[in-house]
């Protein structure tokens, strides 16, 4: 599958934003799909997944603040991010996986949050 992600920009600390991943193909409901990030210096991190299940998991530093969703006749995986912190800025990419590792990535999509 294909990915690209949208729906980064700039936006001051306690405001929201909402992270799209649009997926090419017709086996989107067949994938895992996760959001990760990287802050400049920092190794990648996991956010947040939700399986093909709709189970989802995500990482301490977002619970209660992020939210992913999924809309599987739209091939779409979205991340709703609210009360974000400056910490929260980094490159996001979205991912999907069939097996253990996700195998497929989108482009990144800058997310900057001014303090």
């Known amino acids: 599958v294909q990915l690209q992600a949208s729906g980064g920009g700039l936006v001051q600390a306690g405001g929201s934003l909402r992270l799209s991943c649009a997926a090419s193909?017709?086996?989107?409901?067949?994938?895992?799909m996760g959001w990760f990030r990287q802050a400049p210096g920092k190794e990648r991190e996991f956010v947040a997944a939700?399986?093909?299940?709709?189970?989802?998991y995500y990482a301490d530093s977002v619970k209660g603040r992020f939210t992913i969703s999924r809309d599987n006749a739209k091939n779409t995986v979205y991340l709703e991010m609210n009360s974000l912190k400056p910490e929260d800025t980094a490159v996001y990419y979205c991912?999907?996986?069939?097996?253990?590792?996700?195998?497929?990535w989108g482009q990144g999509t800058q997310v900057t949050v001014s303090s």
């Open positions: 939700i399986r093909r299940s709709s189970t989802t």
């Open positions: 991912a999907g996986r069939v097996g253990i590792q996700y195998d497929s």
């Open positions: 193909g017709r086996t989107f409901s067949s994938y895992d």
